[in-house]
């Protein structure tokens, strides 16, 4: 019985052959591309339950996939995302997790190690599927919907599928040093955004938000129906929130 479809992008041929051996052996059914391009178009092509992506690759880099993969419509947006690194930089996870990412593994790696990590993304993903069902059938004025830890779903993660679902309510996010945020979606667009208790531009806070690596959300849904001058979408904001980033900018 397959627990899943995996999609391999790794380019090293026995780093590729080894891990999708192993992922095979452990019950998923394994797809291997090699260059992001050929990534990005397997993905939304195949629809698969987990993500496992080099961050060097011959052509673009892993961090490329990760922002087409979260802005892209559909379901495909929300797959678990495993970055395979060559070190243990911070910077370079704190870069992946800007992206999207939900999990880093550095090379090399024991198999034991990568199925772990897929089989907790899969999971995770069915949990995240199950609080979706529950966000769907709670009333506007009910209680918290979904509610979670940064560090295991990212706040790129969240704002996707509150796009994908075209949900509205009130996205609460608790960073370190009580550093906090509110987003305000409607129908799934961006109404209103504030850090720390100070209205800002939309995409100068998510910038300021997808760097926060460690934290909690919570996201109660909610009529929003007061007129609003404001309605960005999430998906545009965030990549060029990400796009700033990688320039060195807020």
Aim: aromatic share 6%; glycine share 8%.
């Amino acid at each position: 019985m397959q627990l899943g479809r995996v999609l391999l992008i790794e380019d090293d041929e026995w780093v590729a052959v080894t891990a999708g051996k192993g992922l095979r052996d452990a019950g998923y059914d394994v797809v291997v591309v090699g260059t992001a391009m050929e990534g990005f178009s397997k993905a939304v092509e195949i629809d698969p339950d987990c993500i496992v992506c080099d961050v060097l690759l011959p052509d673009l880099d892993g961090y490329y996939v990760a922002r087409k993969i979260r802005t892209e419509p559909g379901a495909v947006a929300t797959t678990p995302f495993l970055f395979l690194t060559a070190t243990d930089d911070p910077k370079e996870r704190v870069q992946g997790f800007h992206v999207g990412a939900d999990a880093h593994l550095k090379k090399p790696f024991r198999l034991e190690e990568l199925v772990a990590q897929v089989n907790a993304l899969i999971e995770m993903a069915q949990r995240l599927r199950e609080r979706r069902d529950s966000l769907r059938s709670a009333p506007p004025s009910g209680p918290v919907a979904i509610k979670g830890d940064i560090a295991q779903m990212s706040i790129a993660t969240v704002l996707s599928i509150l796009e994908l679902e075209r949900k509205s309510g009130r996205l609460r996010l608790k960073g370190a040093e009580d550093r906090k945020s509110d987003i305000v979606v409607a129908e799934g667009l961006i109404v209103d955004v504030s850090v720390d208790g100070v209205a800002w531009p939309t995409v100068d806070a998510l910038g300021e938000v997808l760097r926060w690596p460690a934290g909690s959300f919570t996201f109660s849904p909610r009529d929003v129906s007061e007129p609003t001058s404001r309605r960005d979408p999430i998906g545009p904001s965030l990549l060029e929130a990400m796009r700033r980033q990688d320039e060195g900018g807020r």
